[in-house]
Each structure stands twice: as structure tokens, then as C-alpha cells.
């Protein structure tokens, strides 16, 4: 992997004078400190004290927490050579520097996707980009719209939870959509490589934080709505409401919105940009532009193909490379933000068909071989993901279905017993374990889950409790014969987890693989 902060930012730093961002943004933001002559250069820009370079705007945001101003002697020992903030960040920044311009303007975190683009000279305008936003299923159909991209592109960028890549280098991504100077730093990157398409997700954090301001995407697809994340937007209306921030002119040329549950119909109709609707379910009755039929799941576990059928009545078939149901919803909604994008309905067809894996969505890690059990790795996180993941591993499940799952920490509490519902309606042996627990207690976690669990198997039949997580996994992976499958779920492509406050590397592939290679050393040292 590139460092990251190398590929971040353009290789050829813009060189951009303070007084023309006056200039450009005039009627938005005024100067109102430092030496009046200053007039310095920029050459980048940063939200993070941390991640200030020498030549950076620091954007001193007001947060949920604290007050990015209150990190700006950080930011100016770093070599920040101006700040831009809000009033309140003003006083702050007067306290600690009089040599510094400081910029103010009433919400600076709305205002600094337009100073990102107009810093890095607009990179997007040069680029193909798509979003797709969504509770579940953004990673997943953000990759299906790559591998299309890169047939008609070659090189493209990827901008998700799993990594942020440009061309064929990669680096982990430390969220799902980057704040707004990494955002355009990367495009400026892409620009600079040639590179011609950009696939990205788009989080509903990201839309209330403006993290994509200043970009206009070219198509943006919406999924699906359902529980997650009640603790930042408040309500589901909260949420909806985030969300729907994407379809409008400012933001996006045009939508595909999946209308299969009533939150996309809405988003549909609400939608100010023009919208292509599509039913992707044999149970929505909706009217649709674009409708998924005679939908069946490869008994292989593999993949599903289907037909589509367009405005005037053209009809594909088609092929989802996963597994599942869902994935025939994620691989529909790719090949009509394709199309949309600029492919032949054909060629994008074609190319979602042959999409690679996908690091942690349904991943197969170990394959059935009549020793060891399926096992799969999977991100499901809301109780209807994890419904579906566990219905699309059924028919590729001859023996009984293991999972082994919990519930994050610091997140809706409210989904933890929904979670072990699902899971208890879905699977055969449960594994209740630890996720990212964060803050908190993880035997208090787990103890909401099994609430849910118990509702469903008020004796626990098949049931266990098992921590750490690591153990979990070996445990499942322990109890299970050829026959069975075990699916991890819940922390998919994930690095690390998150304990009291420490990041530990962790991921739940490796310890499939661990657990498979420890019992093949054991069973070859026996055998000699
Ligand atoms: C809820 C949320 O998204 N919060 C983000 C937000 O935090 P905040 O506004 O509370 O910031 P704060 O901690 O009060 O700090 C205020 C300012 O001081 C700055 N600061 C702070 C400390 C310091 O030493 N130096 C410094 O400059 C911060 O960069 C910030 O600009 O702005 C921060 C700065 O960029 C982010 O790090 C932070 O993401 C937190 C860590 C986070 O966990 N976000 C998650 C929930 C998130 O965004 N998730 C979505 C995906 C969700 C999903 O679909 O699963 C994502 O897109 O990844
Ligand atoms: N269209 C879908 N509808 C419902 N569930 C889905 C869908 N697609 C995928 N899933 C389930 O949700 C999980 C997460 O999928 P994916 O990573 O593609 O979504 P995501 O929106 O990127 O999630 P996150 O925002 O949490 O990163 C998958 O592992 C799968 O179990």
C-alpha cells in the first residue's frame, strides 16, 4: 500500500493566493484578521490539525465534541498559513496568533467542499463520477459501478469504506466518505494519473457534514432505508432527510433510485434531479422505469442472473457475481447507474457481471471441502441485512447455518435485540460475540442481543456466548461440519476492533484462515 497521505493529495501541489479565494468566494466569507498585506500561497487544505501540511488552509470546524480552533497552534506549528472558520473560531484563534489571515464565514463546514474544488481547480468536472448512498449495499453496488467504469475507462478511482484507490494503488480508507480537502485532493490526483471515472459511496454522515460539498456528481443511486444510525440523525425522518440532501441539482445530475421499499418511493418522488426508478424485488408493486424478473439465485452460491427490463420495454439478462438476493438489487441498480453514466445497457451488463469479489461482502474465505465448512465473511450490521445475508446462505447450506455475530458499542442501542431476533429466526447455532464494543461493556452488549435471541428461543437451544471475538470464530469454526456454513458477520473487511478507546488489528478473514492453517499443522504433525 502507498502511504496514504501520499495519495491523498495531488503529486503537483496547487498554488492558489489567498486574496483570489477572497476574490472567488466573496459573498460568503470575509477576512477579518492577520497582517493585511499577507497574501499567502496555498497549496492545500486540511479539516484535521493532524493532517496539515506546509502551504495548508486549516478549517477550523466547530464540532460535535470540541472546536477544530482549539488545535490551531497544532495546525500552525504544522505550517498551516491561514485558517478558516466560523466567529466563534475566530476568538479562539485570536487568543493564540495576530500573525495568521483568518477567514470567517458563517458555517464553514458547508462552505468547504466549494474551497476544496476551487483550490484543486474543479478535478471532479474531469472525472465520470458516481455515488451510491443507502443504508445497506453501497460498498457492494459501488463496486459492481467500478468494475463497469473501468471497462469503459481503464484506470479508475474508488472512493468507499474499504479503501480509497487511484488507479492500482490503494491505501485502507479511514471512513466510508472522506471530509471534503481529502475528497477533492484525491480527484485532483486522479486528474493528475489520467485516470477518467471515479465509483464512490456516499454515507449519510457525510451528507449532514457536507463531506461532499463542491461536487456535483454525474449519476448517485439510492438503495435502500432501514435502521441504522439513530444516534447521529434522530429519527428515521432524520435520516431520510440526510440522505434525500443528495438528489438535488446542486449535488447530482440525475438518480436511480431502488423503490422497493416506500422510503425509495419517497425519495423518488421527492427527488429534484431526473429520476430513473427501479423495482428490483418480485414483491414491489410500484411502477418502475426499470424492473428486475425471473430473478434466480445460483445454487452454487456463486452468483444469480436476471432479467431487466427498461424504458420501452428493452429486457436484458443479467448476473449478479455474488450470492443472494440482495446482490441481484446491488448488481440491477449498478447496470443502470452505468448506463446512465454513459455504458451500453450491454457493456454494463457485461462488466457488472465479471465484478471481482469484494473484500467482506458475502467473502468466501474457506470453501466447503469435506473436511471444513463454508465460511463466510459478511458486513450485514442491521437486523435486516443480516436477515437477508442469512436467507441468501440458506439454499448454498445443506447442513445447519452457524453464525457468529454481536452488536457495536457507542451506536443504536436500539438494534442490538433486533440483531439476535434476526439472527435467532435466520440461523441454526448462534454465536453471540463482541463487534466494535468501543466504550462500553462488551457483556452488556452481547446481554441486550441474547434479550433478542431469547424472544425468539426462550431456552437458548443452540446458542452460545463466546469472547473474544477471535475465539468466537474458532469456536463456530470448531463446532461445524463439512456440511454446515459459518457466516461471521457484522465487521466485514474491518482492520481492527475497537475496544475501550484502542484500535487492535483484527479481521475476521484472517482468523478463518488462522484457524484452518493451525488444525491442517496439527492434523500433518499427528500424521508424521
Ligand atoms: C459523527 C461524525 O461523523 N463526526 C465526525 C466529525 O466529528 P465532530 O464534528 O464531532 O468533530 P470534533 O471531534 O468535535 O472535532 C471538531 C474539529 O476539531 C478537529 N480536531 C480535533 C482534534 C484534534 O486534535 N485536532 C483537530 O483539528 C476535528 O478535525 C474537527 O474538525 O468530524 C470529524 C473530523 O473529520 C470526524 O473525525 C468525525 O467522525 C467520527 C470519528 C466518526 O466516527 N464518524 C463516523 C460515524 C462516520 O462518519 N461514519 C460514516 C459511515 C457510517 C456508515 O454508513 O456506517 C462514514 O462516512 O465513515
Ligand atoms: N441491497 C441490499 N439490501 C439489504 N442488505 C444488503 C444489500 N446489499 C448488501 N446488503 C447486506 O448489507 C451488508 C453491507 O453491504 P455493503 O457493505 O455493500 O453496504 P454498505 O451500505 O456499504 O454498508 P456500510 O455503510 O455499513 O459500509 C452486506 O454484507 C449484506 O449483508
Request: glycine share 10%.
Amino acid at each position: 500500500m502507498t502511504s496514504p497521505v501520499g495519495l491523498m493529495r495531488p503529486e503537483h501541489r496547487p498554488s492558489r493566493h489567498l486574496n483570489d479565494l477572497l476574490e472567488a468566494f466573496s459573498g460568503d466569507l470575509v477576512l477579518i484578521d492577520g497582517p493585511s498585506a499577507a497574501d499567502p500561497v496555498l497549496s492545500g487544505v486540511a479539516v484535521g490539525s493532524a493532517e496539515v501540511e506546509p502551504g495548508d488552509l486549516f478549517a477550523a470546524l466547530p464540532g460535535l465534541r470540541t472546536h477544530g480552533a482549539r488545535f490551531v497552534d497544532q495546525a500552525l506549528s504544522a505550517g498551516a498559513v491561514a485558517v478558516l472558520t466560523d466567529e466563534a473560531g475566530a476568538d479562539v484563534v485570536r487568543g493564540v496568533s495576530t500573525e495568521v489571515p483568518v477567514l470567517v464565514t458563517r458555517a464553514p463546514r458547508e462552505l468547504l467542499g466549494a474551497v476544496s474544488a476551487w483550490l484543486y481547480d474543479h478535478p471532479a468536472r474531469r472525472l465520470v463520477v458516481t455515488g451510491v448512498t443507502g443504508t445497506n449495499g453501497k460498498t457492494t453496488t459501488a463496486y459492481f459501478v467500478e468494475a463497469a467504469l473501468a471497462a469503459e475507462h481503464g484506470s479508475t478511482g474508488m472512493i468507499g469504506t474499504v479503501e480509497l484507490r487511484v488507479g492500482d494503488r490503494t491505501v485502507e480508507s479511514p471512513r466510508t466518505t472522506v471530509e471534503a480537502p481529502v475528497l477533492h485532493g484525491l480527484f485532483a490526483r486522479m486528474v493528475q494519473e489520467g485516470i477518467t471515472a471515479c465509483s464512490m459511496e456516499v454515507s449519510s454522515h457525510a451528507l449532514a457534514l457536507h463531506r461532499v460539498g463542491g461536487l456535483q456528481f454525474d449519476v448517485v443511486g439510492f438503495t435502500n432505508l432501514q435502521r441504522d444510525h439513530l444516534d447521529f440523525h434522530g429519527d428515521m425522518e432524520g435520516y431520510f432527510r440526510d440522505k434525500a440532501r443528495l438528489l438535488a441539482p446542486d449535488q447530482a445530475r440525475r438518480a436511480v433510485v431502488c423503490v422497493d421499499d416506500p422510503w425509495g418511493e419517497r425519495m423518488a418522488r421527492e427527488a429534484q434531479v431526473p429520476v430513473d426508478t427501479l423495482a428490483t424485488r418480485s414483491t414491489t408493486t410500484t411502477e418502475a422505469d426499470w424492473r428486475v424478473s425471473g430473478a434466480e439465485v445460483g445454487l452454487d452460491g456463486v452468483g444469480s442472473t436476471f432479467t431487466l427490463t427498461g424504458p420501452g420495454g428493452v429486457a436484458v439478462r443479467a448476473t449478479s457475481p455474488l450470492p443472494g438476493l440482495v446482490n441481484v438489487s446491488n448488481a440491477a441498480l449498478a447496470v443502470v447507474m452505468a448506463h446512465r453514466a454513459g455504458l451500453t445497457l450491454e457493456r454494463a451488463v457485461e462488466s457488472v457481471g465479471r465484478a471481482g469479489g469484494i473484500p467482506g461482502r458475502m467473502e468466501r474465505v474457506v470453501e466447503r471441502d469435506g473436511t471444513w465448512p463454508l465460511c463466510l465473511v459478511d458486513y450485514a450490521h442491521t437486523p435486516e441485512a443480516l436477515a437477508l445475508a442469512l436467507d441468501s446462505v440458506r439454499p448454498i447450506t445443506p447442513g445447519r447455518l452457524v453464525v457468529v455475530f454481536g452488536s457495536d458499542g457507542d451506536r443504536d442501542r436500539g438494534k442490538r435485540p433486533l440483531l439476535g431476533e434476526a439472527a435467532a429466526r435466520g440461523a441454526d447455532v448462534l454465536v453471540v460475540t463482541d463487534e466494535n464494543p468501543r466504550s462500553e461493556e462488551p457483556s452488556s452488549i452481547r446481554a441486550a442481543v441474547l434479550e433478542g435471541v431469547r424472544g425468539v428461543r426462550p431456552g437458548l437451544a443452540d446458542v452460545h456466548e463466546v469472547a473474544p471475538r477471535a475465539e468466537a470464530v474458532r469456536f463456530a469454526t470448531g463446532l461445524a461440519g463439512s456440511q454446515d456454513t459459518v457466516i461471521v458477520t457484522g465487521k466485514g473487511h474491518e482492520p481492527t476492533q475497537e475496544v475501550a478507546g484502542v484500535f487492535h488489528r483484527y479481521n475476521d478473514r484472517d482468523v478463518f484462515l488462522e484457524t484452518v492453517r493451525a488444525a491442517s499443522t496439527t492434523s500433518a504433525e499427528n500424521d508424521e
